[in-house]
T-cell receptor, first 115, second 114 residues
Framework: ETGVTQTPRHLVMGMTNKKSLKCEQH?????MYWYKQSAKKPLELMFV???????ENNSVPSRFSPECPNSSHLFLHLHTLQPEDSALYLC??????????????FGPGTRLTVT | AQKITQTQPGMFVQEKEAVTLDCTYD???????LFWYKQPSSGEMIFLIY??????QNATEGRYSLNFQKARKSANLVISASQLGDSAMYFC???????????FGDGTTLTVKP
């Protein structure tokens, strides 16, 4: 595997379900990100992890819970979601910010539909 | 706070012609990076090109070049010799050094006509 991978690619879940999105990066990066992209809305940053510590939580509802067990893996745990949470969820990685401004490499995304 | 403005929601270009996608930014920081990403209909965001705030030369990557005008706070993307595969959404982004997050514009949808 190369680059940034995300699983599953598509997910349909009911409002009472619990599911998790997984992201893995094979680039040797140490910063990882979750973004939400809704139709006809700007890209929204959700969480940033740098060196496995959460450094940014962009006022995301608690029904989204991130986890970064190591620098290569990032999870987004979902529970009791709402229909408006249906979107494309993108994971990205980069060199750790702090000494420069580095480009991000994105995964293919998980298209989530909440019914 | 940083802000990115992309004023062109949609652009059309004829195949093999050049096209410029506009991006202006706003920041009070001196050290930052500017980026362009491409998002085809498949959804994956692809990094295209980077310009550092202290770089004196405009960045180029193959058919992509970044027209950086620091005084005007603009970072326009120029795509030369457009191809049908260039049809996609294009996002301008910036990141301040030592900040945790990047700021993205709303995007420009480019359609290349045969």
């Amino acid at each position: 595997e190369t680059g940034v991978t995300q699983t599953p690619r598509h997910l349909v879940m009911g409002m009472t379900n619990k599911k998790s999105l997984k992201c893995e990066q094979h680039l040797g990066h140490n910063a990882m990100y979750w973004y939400k992209q809704s139709a006809k809305k700007p890209l929204e940053l959700m969480f940033v992890y740098s060196l496995e510590e959460r450094v940014e939580n962009n006022s995301v509802p608690s029904r989204f819970s991130p986890e970064c067990p190591n620098s290569s893996h990032l999870f987004l745990h979902l529970h009791t979601l709402q229909p408006e949470d249906s979107a494309l969820y993108l994971c990205a990685s980069s060199q750790a910010q702090g000494t420069g401004a580095y480009e991000q490499y994105f995964g293919p995304g998980t298209r989530l539909t909440v019914t | 706070a940083q802000k990115i403005t992309q004023t062109q929601p949609g652009m059309f270009v004829q195949e093999k012609e050049a096209v410029t996608l506009d991006c202006t930014y706003d920041t009070s920081d001196q050290s930052y990076g500017l980026f362009w990403y491409k998002q085809p209909s498949s959804g994956e965001m692809i990094f295209l090109i980077y310009q550092g705030s202290y770089d004196e030369q405009n960045a180029t990557e193959g058919r992509y070049s970044l027209n950086f005008q620091k005084a005007r706070k603009s970072a326009n993307l120029v795509i030369s010799a457009s191809q049908l595969g260039d049809s996609a959404m294009y996002f301008c982004a910036m990141k301040v050094v030592n900040a945790g997050k990047s700021t993205f514009g709303d995007g420009t949808t480019l359609t290349v006509k045969p």
